[in-house]
């Protein structure tokens, strides 16, 4: 409880970045994904995209990094929605029988592996948010595999 939406939006009305976070539905704590979410994606990641991303999303070969510089010069100014319509339609190349859950859910990961914050309110097909107002390009410091990841 406790949402404190008035002075978090008055700082960014005043800053004048209010529209871009209105219109990215970032919630009062700033996040687009939830923690579950961004770890039940690490998972589907590992399983569905790693063999030809890497798994710490570096790249590799012809598939590119999905964090860094590179990765926000490309996806930056576009939104969450329309990572999820190009993952979701097009990766991995060969097609997936994963649902469109699972898809956020890699989703969240990739933008937790580019320094998003992780918040109250799960990602959705129409979260909408611009990728630069969520997301650094930056890898947290201590987010590689961190729970305990039960070796298959
Ligand atoms: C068989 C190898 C392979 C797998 C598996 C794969 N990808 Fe890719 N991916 C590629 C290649 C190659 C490209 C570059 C060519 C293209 O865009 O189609 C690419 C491009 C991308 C891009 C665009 C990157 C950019 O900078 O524009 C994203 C995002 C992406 N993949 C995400 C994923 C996700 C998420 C998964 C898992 C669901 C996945 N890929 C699985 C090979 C793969």
């Known amino acids: 409880m406790g949402i404190n939406l008035t002075g978090g939006l008055a700082v960014f009305l005043v800053s004048g970045l209010g529209g871009i976070w209105l219109a990215g539905?970032?919630?009062?704590?700033?996040?687009?994904?939830t923690a579950a979410q961004a770890e039940a994606?690490?998972?589907?990641?590992?399983?569905?995209?790693?063999?030809?991303h890497?798994?710490?999303?570096?790249?590799?070969?012809?598939?590119?990094?999905l964090t860094g510089d590179a990765f926000m010069a490309t996806w930056g100014a576009r939104t969450?929605?329309?990572?999820?319509?190009?993952?979701?339609?097009?990766?991995?190349?060969?097609?997936s029988s994963m649902t469109?859950?699972?898809?956020?859910?890699i989703v969240a990961h990739m933008l937790g592996q580019?320094?998003?914050?992780?918040?109250?309110?799960?990602?959705?097909?129409?979260?909408?948010?611009?990728?630069?107002?969520v997301a650094t390009g930056k890898r947290p410091p201590s987010a590689l595999d961190v729970p305990m990841m039960a070796r298959r």
């Open 114 to 133: 580019n320094g998003g914050k992780a918040g109250s309110s799960p990602l959705t097909a129409t979260t909408g948010a611009t990728i630069n107002a």
């Open 80 to 95: 969450t929605t329309e990572l999820f319509d190009f993952v979701r339609t097009t990766m991995p190349p060969e097609g």
């Open 100 to 105: 469109p859950d699972e898809y956020l859910a």
């Open 41 to 52: 994606g690490r998972k589907a990641y590992q399983a569905q995209c790693a063999s030809c």
């Open 25 to 33: 539905q970032a919630t009062a704590d700033g996040g687009v994904f």
């Open 54 to 65: 890497a798994g710490d999303l570096g790249g590799r070969d012809d598939a590119p990094a």
